[in-house]
């Protein structure tokens, strides 16, 4: 996952990484086929909001003690944080002008 405007999210970085602002997670795993059709989608709406919410990936296989914090039971799922609480949560495919969308309520 080499992009500029995506973080790489696991157990030893989520708590910090996520403590204060807007930040959005998209949890995913690399052998699920609706979570690659996401990653683009996923990726122009962190390059949008560049600046206003931080964007990163987390990886369920990798760190299924953050996906089990938030009750994650199907993939893709976006959960957006605001200073480390949970403010939204969409599971599936979202397109990026509808995340762009959603996550703008958030950010002001």
């Known amino acids: 996952m080499a992009s500029e405007v995506l ?7 989520f708590s910090a990484a996520t403590a204060t602002g807007v930040a959005v997670v998209d949890f995913w795993a690399p052998w699920c086929g ?18 206003k919410a931080a964007f ?6 990798d ?9 994650v039971r199907s993939i893709p799922t976006i959960v957006v ?4 609480k949970t403010v939204g949560t969409k599971v599936g495919v979202v397109r990026t002008d509808d995340l762009v969308a959603w996550v703008q309520g958030f950010v002001g």
């Open 7 to 13: 973080n790489e999210w696991n157990s030893e970085n």
């Open 34 to 51: 609706p979570c690659r059709t996401m990653g683009p989608f996923f990726e122009a709406a962190a390059k949008a909001l560049e600046g």
């Open 56 to 61: 990163g990936k987390v990886n369920v296989d």
């Open 63 to 71: 760190a299924g003690d953050i996906a089990a914090r938030f009750g």
């Open 81 to 84: 944080l605001k200073d480390g």
